[in-house]
């Protein structure tokens, strides 16, 4: 085919290859123990596998309706009412999307227009600021603070002004695994009192949460709720990445908006998984048990490093861990991260690729959703850096 020989006026000239893509991509080239893209290597329910087969079956495989099944739905209305006191209608307020970017992407694209300012917090995981930049936004980071990756709230009113439309928050946090407060969600609440502003929070880890704290959603603070958009992953909670569904809720008119953006983006999501998932949340224990099962493998992975020069940061939930490598190099982090790949066969995520000037804290992430033999595998290498 003949190259294009016109000119391309690119929407994201800083952006590029993603880092998870570039790490795994490293990993499979050396064969090395593959800790940086956040996906489980260990089996998915079979019960969960039985269901979407069953439904299948069932002849459940044309499109669903835009919003999402109506039993799924109803599955997420009862959950958060149970979860969070929180209550949205499921006719009105609750959307299934084809995963959490997608659902990012459309929240965005229906509430920022050329010249709004949408704050998000570095380090930030890397869907966010492209998907401003791309409907015309401007993006004002705010950071968080080092090592333990707390809201600076002297810095982020600051970062508020007459364009300001939109807030990102994430919580838990990728890729810290640091978690927001109760504190810290009543001061946001406050912050955006009587200002038209709206909310994105990101709760795609809202069940992986440990050492006894609770999450705390958007969905628990009724003037915050009122003005958010919170967003979820089944990809996330039932170790089913690759089946892309997820999930918005949000007060009526504003779900409207979204809606409006969702139905030319993805228009329907897929209809067996849906019914499947619907199925599978009617036993609360099949997420609740979720901070425990993760609790193990972090403390499993941090009880096989516990020999190595590498120091961990506090890691509250997710299935990421940081390892501080100051006491081994002070090369950038990026760098850390090739030559662990090449030099000792194992793969982790610069902290540094998720802010926009590549700080440099000395610090990587590794995911710990794999299997006993995979995480052994893996303290065995880095113990002997």
């Known amino acids: 085919m003949n190259p294009f020989e016109g000119n391309i006026a690119t ?18 080239e050396y064969k090395a123990v593959n800790l940086s893209q956040g996906f489980p290597d260990f089996p998915i329910s079979k019960e969960l596998i039985g269901l979407v087969v069953h439904f299948m079956k069932k002849g459940y495989n044309q499109y669903a309706p835009m919003p999402g099944v109506a039993p799924l739905r109803m599955a997420l209305s009862k959950m958060f009412k149970e979860n969070y006191g929180a209550s949205y209608d499921a006719d009105k307020e609750i959307t299934i999307t084809a995963g959490a970017t997608q659902a990012i992407f ?21 869907c966010y600021a492209p998907s401003v930049t791309v409907n015309g936004g401007l993006v ?98 039932f170790h089913t990445t690759g089946w892309k569904t997820g999930f918005v809720l949000a007060p009526e008119k504003i779900m409207a908006e979204f809606r409006k953006v969702h139905q030319f983006v993805v228009f329907a999501v897929n209809t067996p998984i849906q019914y499947a998932v619907a199925e599978y949340l009617t036993n609360p224990n099949n997420y609740l048990s979720l901070g425990d099962f993760y609790q193990q493998k972090r403390d499993f992975f941090l009880s096989e490093i516990s020999g190595s020069r590498f120091k961990p940061l506090s890691c509250y939930g997710t299935y990421f861990q940081l390892l501080d490598y100051s006491s081994i190099s002070d090369v950038p982090e990026m760098d850390m991260a090739v030559r662990l790949v090449k030099e000792f066969g194992i793969a982790a995520v610069p902290v540094s690729s998720f802010y926009r000037t590549h700080e440099n804290n000395r610090t990587l992430r590794f995911c710990f959703a794999k299997q006993e033999l995979t995480l052994k595998n893996a303290g065995e290498i880095l113990c002997k850096i």
């Open 140 to 237: 004002k980071y705010a950071r968080l603070q080092f090592p333990d990756y707390s809201i600076n709230w002297d810095e982020l009113p600051m970062n508020i002004s007459s364009n300001t439309k939109m807030i990102i928050i994430n919580s838990p946090h990728n890729p810290t695994g640091s978690v927001i407060s109760e504190d810290d969600m009543i001061r946001l609440e406050r912050l955006i009192h009587g200002r038209d502003i709206i909310v994105i929070s990101d709760e795609v880890y809202e069940h992986l949460i440990f050492d006894g704290l609770q999450h705390q959603s958007a969905a628990r603070f009724p003037e915050l709720a009122s003005k958010t958009i919170v967003v979820g992953s089944f990809g996330k909670t």
């Open 106 to 126: 459309t929240a965005i694209s229906a509430f920022i227009s050329k010249g709004d300012e949408a704050i998000i917090f570095e380090p930030a995981y890397d």
């Open 11 to 28: 929407k994201l000239p800083q952006t590029g290859t993603s880092i998870f893509a570039v790490m795994s991509g490293l990993a499979n």
